[in-house]
Nanobody, 123 residues
Framework: VQLQASGGGLVQVGGSLRLSCAAS????????IGWFRQAPGKEREAVSC?????????FYVDSVKGRFTVSRDNAKNTVYLQMNSLKPEDTAVYYC????????????????WGKGTQVTVSS
């Protein structure tokens, strides 16, 4: 199982970024993929998730609802996290992960993780 997050960068408050998580090495369509983040000095938290239940079920932590949108392109084995109206408190390293289960949210104890991508929101 391999996951690789990309798309991070430096953006001003109110700006947007789109993160991508490319997956390989497993039957992509069967499993949920989650996005997590970890800010300096803070615990890793679940941000969003797209399930593989077939009904498009998603999960968002309250702090990003209405600003972030998760989507997946099964043809490209990629999950995206569109982040709009970014705030300084969104600054963190963002990771994608899977537990090889179909449901969301994925716990922070997920088994498979990709390398993170840094998102920095400047005020």
């Amino acid at each position: 199982v391999q996951l690789q997050a990309s798309g991070g960068g430096l953006v001003q408050v109110g700006g947007s970024l789109r993160l991508s998580c490319a997956a390989s090495g497993f039957t992509w369509d069967y499993y949920a993929i989650g996005w997590f983040r970890q800010a300096p000095g803070k615990e890793r938290e679940a941000v969003s998730c797209f399930s593989s239940s077939g009904d498009g079920s998603t999960f968002y932590v309250d702090s990003v609802k209405g600003r972030f949108t998760v989507s997946r392109d099964n043809a490209k084995n990629t999950v995206y996290l569109q982040m709009n109206s970014l705030k300084p408190e969104d600054t963190a390293v963002y990771y994608c992960a899977t537990e090889l289960s179909w449901y969301c949210p994925i716990p922070v104890t997920a088994q498979y993780w990709g390398k993170g991508t840094q998102v920095t929101v400047s005020s």
